[in-house]
């Protein structure tokens, strides 16, 4: 089984930029779908990006399309979501999870489609 960890959240201006990190250790990360997932504050665990297995396509939720942009980097086991013009609205914590399929040019976006989590990065942009 994977084991998923993120970083690089932290508070920031509107605006601003962050670039979130999730390294991967264990299992087969290379051959999987990876997403990013968020949950604000009273709010279900939304999905926000992910990219399959080869980096050959990405998805986007509509709030984040133009101003996220996932990768990959399949040699280090990592995995990076890069946010600009953050907005308030940004404000969650942070999710990088594993899809269930291996070698699937699909790019899964539904939370059912993913078996591997991290325990989150909290993100927190200020008006």
């Known amino acids: 089984q994977v084991q998923l960890v993120e970083s690089g959240g932290r508070l920031v201006q509107a605006g601003g930029s962050l670039r979130l990190s999730c390294a991967a250790f264990?299992?087969?990360?290379?051959?999987?779908?990876l997403g990013w997932f968020r949950q604000g504050p009273g709010k279900d665990r939304e999905f926000v990006a992910a990219?399959?297995?080869?980096?050959?396509?990405?998805v986007y939720a509509d709030r984040v399309k133009g101003r996220f942009s996932a990768s990959r980097d399949n040699d280090k086991n990592m995995l990076y979501l890069q946010m600009n013009s953050l907005e308030p609205e940004d404000t969650a914590v942070y999710y990088c999870?594993?899809?269930?399929?291996?070698?699937?040019?699909?790019?899964?976006?539904?939370?059912?489609?993913?078996?591997?989590w991290g325990q989150g990065t909290s993100v927190t942009v200020s008006s």
């Open positions: 999870a594993a899809g269930r399929d291996y070698y699937s040019d699909y790019v899964a976006k539904v939370r059912t489609d993913f078996d591997s």
């Open positions: 264990g299992g087969t990360f290379r051959f999987r779908t």
């Open positions: 990219i399959n297995w080869r980096a050959s396509s990405t």
